[in-house]
């Protein structure tokens, strides 16, 4: 896997499931220089030993930072320990990848469902995006790179068909769960907001649904499994250019509708 143009990449929600994958897969490429940033609420908690294990093993690569995305000061935290150990101040990538799964639909789920979801899944990418942003823009401002690009400056969002306005209608019927759905549709949203408002600091947003994973919020029942749906993700990253910049792409780089 060619990974090797990112230098610096922040990952939320990295204790398991795709965030967990992708910090392994990034840790164990031939990209020696890459530095990760493995966002996670909990560090010290059993949910968190396999990360703390392959940090490590990693130690010269993977860096390990308590980030809980409903939390504003560890938020600002993370982002102060994160600053001060990047290059020049310079991140590549941010990954939104934490997420919450409530299911039901919208008459047997309650307004904290969906106040929780929007916590967690809107707000929360807006928060950490907002903290970052300092150091997406100097990556951005120092790269010699023509044109936006993950080894330039980026921001990954990790969505849904579930948030799909025009998918819905196929899935809502069998997978209901309308907290996620109007959340992630939500988070659309800001993806689109922000790739119109930061393109002129050459920030490139692309949304990326990965696929049905065999996670804990996907199930055992999942089409694929989370290494197979990673290393889609790091392809597609990897081949994003400015054409795809507002880009709602799955993890084989196929268009998803709106
Ligand atoms: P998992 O449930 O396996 O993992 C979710 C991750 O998000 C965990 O690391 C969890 O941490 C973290 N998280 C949840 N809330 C917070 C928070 N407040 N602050 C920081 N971290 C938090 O999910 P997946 O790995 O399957 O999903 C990852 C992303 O992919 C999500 O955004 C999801 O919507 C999306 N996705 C997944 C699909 C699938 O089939 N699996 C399909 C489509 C999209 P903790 O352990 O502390 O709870």
Redesign the pocket.
């Known amino acids: 896997m060619a990974v090797s143009k990112i230098h610096s990449i922040v990952i939320?929600?990295?204790?398991?499931?795709?965030?967990?994958e992708m910090v392994k897969q990034l840790a164990e490429s031939r990209s020696p220089n890459c530095r990760i940033f493995a966002?996670?609420?909990?560090p010290d908690a059993a949910?968190s030993k396999s990360l703390q294990e392959l940090a490590k093993k990693h130690s010269r690569v993977i860096t390990v930072v308590k980030?809980?995305?409903?939390d504003p000061n560890s938020i600002k935290d993370a982002a102060k320990k994160v600053g001060a150990q990047l290059e020049g101040g310079r991140l590549n990538v941010l990954v939104n990848?934490?997420?919450?799964?409530i299911r039901g639909t919208m008459q047997s789920t309650t307004d904290q469902h969906v106040q929780e979801s929007f916590n967690?899944?809107v707000m929360?990418p807006v928060r950490v995006f907002k903290e970052f942003l300092p150091y997406l823009r100097a990556a951005a401002k120092a790269s010699p790179e023509q044109g936006m690009s993950c080894a330039k400056a980026a921001v990954i969002n990790?969505?849904?068909?579930?948030g799909s306005i025009a998918t819905i209608p196929e899935i809502y019927g069998f997978f209901p769960a309308f907290p996620y759905n109007i959340s992630?549709a939500g988070f659309n949203m800001f993806n689109q907001c922000a790739t119109y408002e930061f393109k002129k600091d050459g920030i490139m947003f692309v949304l990326i649904?990965?696929?049905?994973?065999r996670?804990?919020?996907?199930g055992p029942d999942?089409e694929i499994d989370a290494p197979e749906s990673v290393q889609g993700l790091l392809n597609v990253m990897n081949s994003l250019t400015e054409k795809q910049n507002g880009a709602f792409l799955d993890y084989k780089g196929n268009p998803v509708p709106w």
């Open positions: 939320t929600g990295a204790n398991r499931g795709l965030g967990f966002g996670c609420r909990d949910k980030l809980d995305v409903t990848n934490a997420g919450i799964l967690t899944n929360g990790i969505s849904t068909i579930g992630k649904h990965p696929g049905w994973v996670t804990d919020m996907g999942g």
